[in-house]
């Protein structure tokens, strides 16, 4: 399986914009970079995805690099409810997620 | 979205009792059901993998005998601890795709405790 490497932690302020890393070098062509958050004590929850472009939605974006081998989450603007574990994952085709460790994202108020 | 709900939410049991978690996706057929354990302060592990209607597919080191998954429905998963033992307390999860292995969605957890 091609492997994510995370920070394990990182904070940031409440209102501030927020740029979590991902390095995954041995990403293949047809990896697609997925993004889950899990807030404690629940199960995680989807966030964004994508391939090649760059992606928006209502919760975030997905910077990814021109060579792949990394990508971003931005957070735009963080709340309190936006502390939570973040799980950056390559997922092709028809294989399982694979959850690393993930960044502990603190927000300070 | 996608909504899975898991219920129960938390269960205390006696150490040598059975229990049954079910997972349900609520407004989406789900072809594929997957079920994972999550120990405190580290990542979620994958369990096993359940397709409808066919025998789930067990990772490497969890015992099939031991943790019981039927997905009878397009909709519905159980997972059944049998002969629980204090080892066996953990956070399980479960998650639903409807399309195989694309994006997931997480069911909130289910907190076991074996006393």
């Known amino acids: 399986d091609a492997k994510t490497t995370q920070p394990n932690s990182m904070e940031s302020n409440e209102e501030e914009p927020v740029h979590l890393p991902c390095n995954h070098s041995?990403?293949?062509?047809?990896?697609?970079i997925h993004w889950y958050r899990q807030l404690p004590s629940q199960g995680p929850e989807y966030v964004i995805h994508?391939?090649?472009s760059n992606v928006n939605n209502r919760m975030a974006s997905l910077a990814i690099a021109e060579d792949r081998k990394s990508s971003t989450l931005i957070l735009h603007r963080a709340t309190l409810r936006d502390a939570a574990v973040y799980y950056c994952?390559?997922?092709?085709?028809?294989?399982?997620?694979?959850f690393g460790q993930g960044t502990r994202l603190t927000i300070n108020p | 979205g996608a909504v899975v709900s898991q219920h129960p939410s938390w269960v205390i049991c006696k150490s040598g009792t059975s229990v049954k978690i079910e997972c349900r996706s609520l407004?989406?057929?789900?072809?594929?059901m997957f079920w994972y354990r999550q120990f405190p302060k580290q990542s979620l592990m994958l369990m096993a993998t359940?397709?409808?209607?066919?025998?789930?597919t067990y990772e490497q080191g969890v015992e099939k005998d031991k943790f019981l998954i039927n997905h009878a429905s397009l909709t519905l998963s159980t997972l059944t601890v049998t002969s629980a033992h204090p080892e066996d307390s953990s956070f399980y999860i479960c998650?639903?795709?409807?399309w195989g292995f694309g994006t997931q969605y997480f069911g909130p957890g289910t907190r076991l405790t074996v006393l």
């Open positions: 994952i390559l997922i092709q085709g028809a294989q399982k997620l694979v």
């Open positions: 041995t990403i293949s062509g047809t990896d697609y």
């Open positions: 407004d989406f057929q789900a072809t594929t």
């Open positions: 359940s397709n409808e209607g066919s025998k789930a």
């Open positions: 998650s639903a795709s409807s």
């Open positions: 994508g391939l090649t």
